[in-house]
């Protein structure tokens, strides 16, 4: 089984400051997908980032990148220039590739908050 | 280019009730997958639906079902609510035909309170 660890429950990053969450895993297989979800109020989780575990190099969306660093079962999430509208719940996910059916392992969230 | 869409938004039962939650996939998407997530936690995987069948299930009880319906659209079924069953009820899509992505979308949620 699969299971995804965040062991920051909240954290809290000035407007136009970087902030960097942390996501553990543990898993046996070879062939999977990473993902962070971001949860605003509105509840809508909404697809921040994906990274193929075969995959080297490191995936980024504008302000957004990761840390993906396979050996160490590590997938860090590093938000540049935070703005306000980055304040959310942040998931940290696992999906197994087995070309049939496939569900998303989550971590506990880490909640973050940008100020002023 | 139509998203996820959940229906209702809100939903209020008692204890021994049933409910009934439902869900249409991204356009072009083939396949749907139910989440729970009670507060303050990430959400867990109830079941996926591809082909009208159930293809995975997570560690639920039998008192949760569900459908999925040729036009790909789905349905959640709870029976017998307990207290416990209050959560955000997620919906997620994606495609396992060809060419298949394991990159799931999120529908908003329904918010389900049992009294």
């Known amino acids: 089984a699969q299971t995804v660890t965040q062991s920051q429950p909240e954290m809290s990053v000035q407007e136009a400051e970087t902030v960097t969450l942390s996501c553990t895993y543990d898993t046996s297989e070879n062939n999977y997908y990473l993902f962070w979800y971001k949860q605003p109020p509105s509840r809508q989780m909404i697809l921040v980032i994906r990274?193929?575990?075969?995959?080297?190099q490191n995936a980024t969306e504008n302000r957004f990148s990761v840390n993906f660093q396979k050996a160490a079962k590590s997938f860090s999430l590093k938000i540049s220039d935070s703005q306000l509208g980055d304040t959310a719940m942040y998931f940290c996910?696992?999906?197994?590739?087995?070309?049939?059916?496939?569900?998303?392992?989550f971590g506990t969230g880490t909640r973050l908050q940008v100020t002023l | 280019d139509a998203g996820v869409t959940q229906s209702p938004t809100h939903l209020i039962k008692t204890r021994g009730q049933q409910v009934t939650l439902r869900c249409s996939p991204k356009s072009g998407h083939d396949t749907v997958s139910w989440y729970q997530q009670a507060l303050g936690q990430g959400p867990q995987f109830i079941f996926q639906y591809y082909e009208e069948e159930e293809r995975q299930r997570g560690n639920f009880p039998d008192r949760f079902s569900g459908h999925q319906f040729p036009n790909y659209s789905s349905e959640l079924n709870v029976n017998a609510l307990l207290l416990g069953d209050s959560a955000l009820y997620l919906c997620a899509s994606t495609i396992l035909g060809q060419p298949s992505t394991d990159t799931q979308y999120f529908g908003p949620g329904t918010r389900l309170t049992v009294l």
């Open positions: 990274q193929e575990a075969y995959k080297q």
């Open positions: 996910a696992f999906i197994r590739i087995t070309g049939t059916a496939s569900k998303l392992t």
